[in-house]
C-alpha cells in the first residue's frame, strides 16, 4: 500500500533537557475555567460542567516564533494558559488516577480571533474558526511531571511588551486539572499525545502587529512570541 499524497508529519513540541520531542495528536481547550475571566466574558462564573472546543494539532506555533497576524480579525485577542501534555489515555478517568496520566505540563497561549467568535456566537453558529486558525495554539518547551509535580498551583502571568495584561494563579481554576481530565473522558477516549489547554485568567485583550507575548507560569520555562504583519 502507497499513500495517494504525501501524508503529514506529526505535529510536536520540545522536551525540556534533552532533544526529544513529544508528539501531538489533538488538542482540547477549556472554556472559563477561571471565574474572573467568566465575568469579563459576560458569563456566570458558578461551578456548572466544564465545556471544550478543539484546535487542529497542526496550528501549534512554538517559543520564539514570529506569528504573522491572522486574516479575517481585527481584534485578535491573548489568552495565556497552563497545558497539560498527556502520557497515558483512557475513558471514564476517575480524579483520584487522572493525574497519573500526565506525562508533562508547558505554558500556553490561546490566540482568538475575538470578532470572528462574537459574530458567530450572535448568529447561534459554531465559532471552531475563531479559535482553530494556523499559529492560534502557541505552546512552549514540555517540562516532564516528575521534574515539576502536579501544578496545582502558581502564578501565571502575560505581559506584552512588557506590560502586565493577565496575573492569575492556577489554583484558581474552577476545575482543577484533575477534574478537566475526568469529564473530558467521559466525553471521548483520551489518548498519548493529547494537550489540554486549561483555560484563561482575567485580562485577556487585543494584541496588534508588533506586540511581544510573554507567558510565565512559575515551575515551568516562560513562552516569548511576536505578533508580525
Not at 105 to 119: E, H, K, P
Not at 146 to 151: A, I, P, S
Not at 190 to 203: E, K, W, Y
Request: glycine residues 10%; negative net charge; contains cysteine.
Amino acid at each position: 500500500m502507497s499513500f495517494v499524497i504525501e501524508p503529514p508529519q506529526t505535529p510536536s513540541l520540545p522536551v525540556v533537557g534533552t532533544e526529544d520531542r513529544f508528539p501531538i495528536r489533538r488538542i482540547f481547550c477549556v472554556g472559563r475555567n477561571y471565574a474572573a475571566h467568566a465575568r469579563e466574558m459576560g458569563n456566570d462564573p458558578d461551578r456548572e460542567p466544564p465545556f471544550f472546543f478543539m484546535k487542529p494539532a497542526d496550528a501549534v506555533a512554538h517559543d520564539g516564533d514570529v506569528i504573522p497576524f491572522p486574516p479575517e480579525t481585527n481584534d485578535l485577542h491573548h489568552e495565556g494558559e497552563l497545558v497539560v501534555a498527556l502520557g497515558k489515555g483512557g475513558v471514564d478517568i476517575d480524579p483520584s488516577d487522572a493525574l497519573a496520566h500526565v506525562w508533562g505540563y508547558a505554558a500556553g497561549i490561546d490566540l482568538t480571533r475575538r470578532d470572528v467568535q462574537a459574530v458567530a456566537k450572535s448568529m447561534s453558529r459554531p465559532w471552531d474558526l475563531s479559535k482553530g486558525f494556523d499559529n492560534s495554539a502557541v505552546i512552549g518547551p514540555i517540562h516532564p511531571a516528575n521534574d515539576v509535580g502536579g501544578m496545582n498551583a502558581g502564578t501565571l502571568r502575560l505581559t506584552v511588551n512588557g506590560e502586565e495584561r493577565q496575573n492569575g494563579d492556577l489554583a484558581d481554576m474552577i476545575w482543577p486539572t484533575p477534574d478537566v481530565i475526568a469529564f473530558l473522558s467521559r466525553s471521548v477516549e483520551l489518548a498519548p499525545g493529547d494537550l489540554i489547554m486549561t483555560g484563561t485568567p482575567a485580562g485577556v485583550s487585543q494584541l496588534v502587529p508588533g506586540d511581544r507575548v510573554v507567558v510565565e507560569i512559575a515551575g515551568l520555562s516562560d513562552l516569548t512570541v511576536e505578533i508580525g504583519a
